[in-house]
């Protein structure tokens, strides 16, 4: 059995809501690269017709394409600022038969084989109970390596798909 536990601060709400949103969001570049291509188009629109109006619509459109990322970031920081959870300590359990994780007032369990991936990211690792959901567990709440090598045997012995992002 493998117990961590954790203070969830608003950086791990930040770090845990980026993370997930990066696993779960396959073409995150395809609306910048639209951009890209839009606003070269304005551009050559504007230089063919020798006026600054041919092409300002698809400049707006271009600028606006190449924005988001920044605009999905902003979003993302302000929504994770609101997380219940933030200031309270966050504890789970994995042993042979079940997962848990427990806060003041939450408590959630659930068995292995409601897992369908594991990812390992550079700040932690997302458990995925759901193609577009998952659990958030951040590096810094185990004490060494050992303990995250018990839960990559634990994830392995269960054969849960095991992904490094």
Do not use: C
């Amino acid at each position: 059995m493998l117990t961590i536990e954790f203070l969830f601060t608003k950086q791990m709400a930040v770090d845990s809501t980026v993370e997930v949103t990066k696993a779960v969001t396959s073409s995150r570049w395809m609306l910048p690269a639209i951009g890209f291509f839009a606003v070269l188009t304005a551009i050559w629109m504007m230089y063919q017709e020798s006026r600054f109006s041919a092409g300002l619509g698809t400049l707006v459109f271009g600028l606006f394409m190449l924005s988001v990322p920044l605009l999905t970031r902003l979003l993302i920081m302000q929504r994770a600022k609101s997380f219940p959870a933030i200031g309270q300590t966050i504890q789970w359990t994995f042993d042979e038969e079940k997962l848990v994780s427990e806060t003041v007032g939450a408590r959630s369990e659930f068995v292995w084989s409601k897992l369908i991936l594991v990812r390992e990211t550079k700040k932690g690792f997302l458990l995925f109970p759901q193609p577009r959901l998952a659990h958030w567990i951040p590096r810094t709440a185990f004490k060494n390596q050992e303990e995250i090598g018990q839960l990559k045997t634990l994830v392995k012995d269960h054969n849960i798909p095991f992904k490094l992002a």
